[in-house]
T-cell receptor, first 114, second 113 residues
Framework: SQQGEEDPQALSIQEGENATMNCSYK?????LQWYRQNSGRGLVHLILIRSNEREKHSGRLRVTLDTSKKSSSLLITASRAADTASYFC??????????????FGAGTRLAVHP | DAEITQSPRHKITETGRQVTLACHQT?????MFWYRQDLGHGLRLIHYSYGVHDTNKGEVSDGYSVSRSNTEDLPLTLESAASSQTSVYFC????????????FGPGTRLTVT
């Protein structure tokens, strides 16, 4: 079963625009992470936010977490064609069997057009 | 540089054959994981290990087994390959403690005919 569900499933934007992806989950969590996957490659960790944090930044990435709504968002500002990839949220929780054991959502496919 | 590798990268096998996918990491991580990725399902956990001689079942473990004899390796065995096991398989590792991010290998594309 999937803990996280991303929305939208697919997103198409122009270079320079901002991209926002959302993730909802079902149970209380310890941490929520976002990963990127380029076509034909493994996943790459982008950012981790803990349950007691509300917002984190890393370069052009901004992640928010609302534990009351059980949701998170990933904002990529000033997108580039190289940001074209699939983005996954993953949660670690007691319900998942431990904070190190992640449950992944189905992902958002982002296409950034030059 | 530390890394995580998988072999083979591509494998075609026949139904009923035993197949082993290798995963090797040089991060010295205690935690290792096997996932399968299918269209529309994201990544689903098959088996995981928190240290040498420790193995645990994930949500889709039927038909798969793992063993952990050292820190670096977690081979995944398909006992009798089935067409439903055609998928892309990813291995990942993470350190112990409160850093929970996982490092992924490049994946193995397995086709069962």
């Amino acid at each position: 079963s999937q803990q996280g569900e991303e929305d939208p499933q697919a997103l198409s934007i122009q270079e320079g625009e901002n991209a926002t992806m959302n993730c909802s989950y079902k149970t209380s969590i310890n941490n929520l992470q976002w990963y990127r996957q380029n076509s034909g490659r493994g996943l790459v960790h982008l950012i981790l936010i803990r349950s007691n944090e509300r917002e984190k930044h890393s370069g052009r990435l901004r992640v928010t977490l609302d534990t009351s709504k059980k949701s998170s968002s990933l904002l990529i500002t000033a997108s580039r064609a190289a940001d074209t990839a699939s983005y996954f949220c993953a949660t670690g929780s007691v319900a998942s069997g431990g904070y190190n054991k992640l449950i992944f959502g189905a992902g958002t496919r982002l296409a950034v057009h030059p | 540089d530390a890394e995580i590798t998988q072999s083979p990268r591509h494998k075609i096998t026949e139904t009923g054959r035993q197949v082993t996918l290798a995963c090797h990491q040089t991060w010295n991580h205690n935690n290792m994981f096997w996932y399968r990725q299918d269209l529309g399902h994201g990544l689903r956990l098959i088996h995981y290990s928190y240290g040498v001689h420790d193995t645990n079942k994930g949500e889709v473990s039927d038909g798969y087994s793992v063993s952990r004899s050292n820190t670096e390796d977690l081979p995944l065995t398909l006992e009798s390959a089935a067409s439903s096991q055609t998928s892309v398989y990813f291995c990942a590792s993470s350190p112990s403690g409160r850093t929970y991010e996982q490092y992924f290998g490049p994946g193995t594309r397995l086709t069962v005919t």
